[in-house]
């Protein structure tokens, strides 16, 4: 049986996690350089929680500034096998209101200044991300979200800026013209990263507003905003309460193989390979390393 380890990184407004047993703020140093923040690790209902505020406690780092290779490296160090990330979104969908959350299992990039891999020079790798988010951890939320009553969609895209600035009016009509669902700032790199350490991932997006495209958007005010994103952070604490006794122990691998992603991933030769980078892998592929 393997040890289910749940991590959560924490999107806007969700700078800790309530409720925590033997809880306690871990440092974790990492060969990326440093995480966002100290991470929170205790138990809910006997299940082993790890937290870690992406934007760092009082929300300190832009988007573009989040060193997501350190936030992923460090979850893998600290035992991580599902990490679910909680993310503000704007929504492209008139049904998609603000309040709602939406289970992401597709994602576009448009980011162009993020580290996006692990690997590089001296040991190159190459992950599949077809189907990027893990099916049984989106089958264990929804039913949690229906357990803590709260307003969700079971599946949809989520399309990634680079941020800081939010879109253009033109923007966000060519991204709704794409059929694209939701649009935020950090699930990438994450999810890309994610699959090469090996750890089933999933995106919660929590839509705070409709993105400018809509035609009420000049109507919403900043304090409309925030008071979303209050009950959003307040929610999803409760859907991490109640995803917490699901997960469990598993006695097989991940149905879509997270798990086994670097299998036959590595390319370079292993007598070609840099030494300096493989120290630096020690977590994310110690497995397939040895």
Known sequence: MTETVLGVLGGSGVYDIDGLADARWVTVETPWGAPSDQFLEGSLDGQRIVFLPRHGRGHLISPTGINARANIDAMKRMGVTDLISVAAVGSFREDLSPGTFVICDQYVDRT?????????????????????????????VAEAGKDAEIAMVHGGTYLCIEGPQFSTLAESNLYRSWGMDVIGMTAMPEVRLAREAEICYLTVAMVTDYDCWHEDHGAVTVEQIVAVLHVNADNARKLVRALAPRVGGRDHPCDRGCDRSLDYALITQTDHRDPALLNKLDAVAGRVLG
């Open 112 to 140: 162009n200044s993020r580290e996006r891999s692990f690997f590089g020079e001296g040991c190159v790798a190459h992950v599949s991300l077809g189907h990027p988010a893990c099916d049984r951890l989106a089958d264990r």
